[in-house]
T-cell receptor, first 108, second 113 residues
């Protein structure tokens, strides 16, 4: 089984703080996606990364794909309460497996 | 376009009963997926399909069956429901080409008592 481990599992921070979420695997990804899920809804795609070392920015979110394509990180700058949710990484392959998830809570 | 439509939204089953969760998409996506999500947890892949007539097991297929007779429909069958199958079930679809974002249905909340 090709597991995707995310850390931390839970994160509770104050508005304005910065944070980083990690996604790790023992095997190489062909490409990786990050999703965010809000309560009662399905996940929504944030970004797809394909190339080792790739960095993508989405407003205050910065996504990085490791050089060896076995890991990825999501950095949020100046977190806001609207960032609260479950963050999931996923291997973009036919058998699309999600990571274990990081539940983020941002308090005002 | 309606996107991905799941029915029913809620269902309560007794142990040993059977049911089919319906999923249909109108985006002509080749790839379709069924996930389950237990409270406070991530998504686990049950079954997936890369096209009509083709299905394959995911991470947690035991106790479930699927079929894919058309591109649009991907029903999930639960035989002999067990309390361990209490969960929220999500159907999703995507196109083969990049970026290939998953489009999710609104979920089915199933309770087995």
């Amino acid at each position: 089984t090709q597991l995707l481990e995310q850390s931390p599992q839970f994160l509770s921070i104050q508005e304005g703080e910065n944070l980083t979420v990690y996604c790790n695997s023992s095997s190489v990804f062909s490409s990786l996606q990050w999703y965010r899920q809000e309560p009662g809804e399905g996940p929504v795609l944030l970004v797809t990364v394909v190339t080792g070392g790739e960095v993508k920015k989405l407003k205050r979110l910065t996504f990085q794909f490791g050089d060896a394509r076995k890991d990825s990180s999501l950095h949020i700058t100046a977190a806001q309460p609207g960032d609260t949710g479950l963050y999931l990484c996923a291997r973009r392959e036919d058998k699309l497996i999600f990571g274990t998830g990081t539940r983020l809570q941002v308090f005002p | 376009n309606a996107g991905v439509t799941q029915t029913p939204k809620f269902r309560i089953l007794k142990i040993g009963q059977s049911m089919t969760l319906q999923c249909t998409q109108d985006m002509n996506h080749n790839y379709m997926y069924w996930y389950r999500q237990d409270p406070g947890m991530g998504l686990k892949l049950i079954y997936y399909s890369v096209g009509a007539g083709i299905t394959d097991k995911g991470e947690v297929p035991n106790g479930y069956n699927v079929s894919r007779s058309t591109t649009e429909d991907f029903p999930l069958r639960l035989e002999l429901a067990a309390p361990s199958q209490t969960s929220v079930y999500f159907c999703a679809s995507r196109q083969r080409k990049a970026p290939g974002a998953l489009h999710f249905g609104n979920g089915t909340r199933l309770t087995v008592t």
